[in-house]
Structures are given as structure tokens and as C-alpha cells.
Nanobody, 120 residues
């Protein structure tokens, strides 16, 4: 079985920064794309960053220039550096990854979520 474990959430004032981490462990043959999503109360879950296995990153306009996704393939870990945080960034943040967990199967895995609160 595979687990994604997130860390790094918390409370910060507007304009502040936080760095989220998500480490994958367990029966892992390979990892393809890794993503960060967020879900605010009463809203749908939305993607905030995606990084390919080769390191190419994609962001929505709402976070472009403020958030940076990166990964350490040797550690099976993905990071999200969040700068210039705004109140509207408040949400539960989830990591997601496509993982080859057997020789013939790829599966989607989610982390448990970590709360990010931006408030003065």
C-alpha cells in the first residue's frame, strides 16, 4: 500500500509564506505527475499546481507567480512554496500523485490534507 503524508500547513498573516511537503511511501515502483489541490469551505476542490515527472510545472492564474511546486524524486516528495499569501488562499491543501504501485498498475493517491489559514 502507498501513503502520502503532508506537512507544513498552519496559520499566517496576509503577505506571508508557507511551505508544504508531501512524502510518498510504501510499495512504489514509479511516480508520474504530482499535484497540489485545495478545497475551501463550500467550494469545489481545485488544482493549484502540477509537476510532471520531468519537472515541468503548471499553475492556474490565481496562484501563478506566488506558488512554486517542486519535487525530489529521490525522496518521493513534492513541495509547494506559497508566497504573498492572501485570505482567499485559506483552504485545506491536498497532495495527489499517480503512482505505479505494482508492476502493471497505476493508481491515484491522495494525502490526508493540511489546513492553511491566512488571516490578520
Amino acid at each position: 500500500q502507498v501513503q502520502l503524508v503532508e506537512s507544513g500547513g498552519g496559520s499566517v498573516q496576509p503577505g506571508g509564506s508557507l511551505r508544504l511537503s508531501c512524502a510518498a511511501s510504501g510499495s512504489i515502483f514509479s511516480i508520474d505527475a504530482m499535484d497540489w489541490y485545495r478545497q475551501a469551505p463550500g467550494k469545489q476542490r481545485e488544482s493549484v499546481a502540477t509537476i510532471s515527472s520531468g519537472g515541468s510545472a503548471v499553475y492556474p492564474d490565481s496562484v501563478k507567480g506566488r506558488f512554486t511546486i517542486s519535487r525530489d524524486n529521490a525522496k518521493n516528495t513534492v513541495y509547494l512554496q506559497m508566497n504573498s499569501l492572501k485570505a482567499e488562499d485559506t483552504a485545506v491543501y491536498y497532495c495527489h500523485a499517480w503512482i505505479q504501485d505494482t508492476r502493471t498498475r497505476w493508481s491515484a493517491y491522495w494525502g490526508q490534507g493540511t489546513q492553511v489559514t491566512v488571516s490578520s
